[in-house]
């Protein structure tokens, strides 16, 4: 994209990586789900792309859930920074009760794991039937917390990272790939 040419120090997993990674999951989730219930819940703004593309993944593959409903939060610790606060806010709460339901948290990213051990201890205090996680891209180096998760997309490197949902203060999430900025970019 034009305007954020220069800026892209190297592309990890282009369209086709990412779309392939989906199709997995979405497989090995209509699978485990067969025949019964499901509830997406997309942690946005990040996983605005992942929840929408797994979803139709998932309808997609063979077996799958009895039906599928899809839900979204809202929570921020980034802000504009490429430093977590370390403080998880919760900016919107889901619109329906989970109490019952087989609900699988989808983030587009896991780093430090505190916004994904901070959904799950208060989604799980809601009492859904199960409580499962799904993540696109997995950042395993800085972890601050053990976090449970199910189902991994893709191992990305130990870099700031941008695109397919995520940001650099706001920009950069509609990229249909995952990239790494040039550093410079940070100074500015
Ligand atoms: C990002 C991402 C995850 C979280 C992961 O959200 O979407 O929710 O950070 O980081 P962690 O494992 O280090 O907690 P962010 O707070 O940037 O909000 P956004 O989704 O609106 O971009």
Not at 74 to 86: H, I, L
Request: some cysteine; hydrophobic content about 40%.
């Amino acid at each position: 994209m034009q305007t954020y040419e220069g800026t892209i120090e190297r592309i990890l997993f282009d369209r086709t990586e990412i779309a392939e990674a989906i199709e997995r999951l979405g497989r090995q989730i209509a699978r485990d789900y067969a025949g019964q219930p499901l509830l997406l819940l997309g942690v946005l703004k990040g996983a605005l792309y992942v929840a929408a593309d797994l979803a139709r993944a998932i309808a997609r593959s063979p077996g799958g859930p009895s039906h599928l409903e899809m839900d979204f939060l809202v929570v921020s610790s980034y802000g504009n920074s490429t430093r977590s606060s370390g403080e998880v806010r919760m900016l919107k709460d889901t619109s329906e009760n989970i109490g019952g339901k087989n609900v699988l948290i989808v983030e587009d990213i896991v780093d430090n794991g505190l916004t994904l051990s901070y959904l799950q201890a208060l989604l799980s205090g809601r009492n859904p039937a199960d409580l499962r996680s799904c993540v696109l891209f997995d950042k395993p180096y800085r972890r601050r917390v053990d976090v449970p998760i199910e189902y991994v997309g893709l191992v990305a490197p130990d870099e700031f990272v941008v695109g397919y949902g995520l940001d650099y203060q706001e920009k950069y999430r509609n990229l249909p790939y995952l990239a790494q900025l040039r550093s410079w970019v940070f100074s500015e």
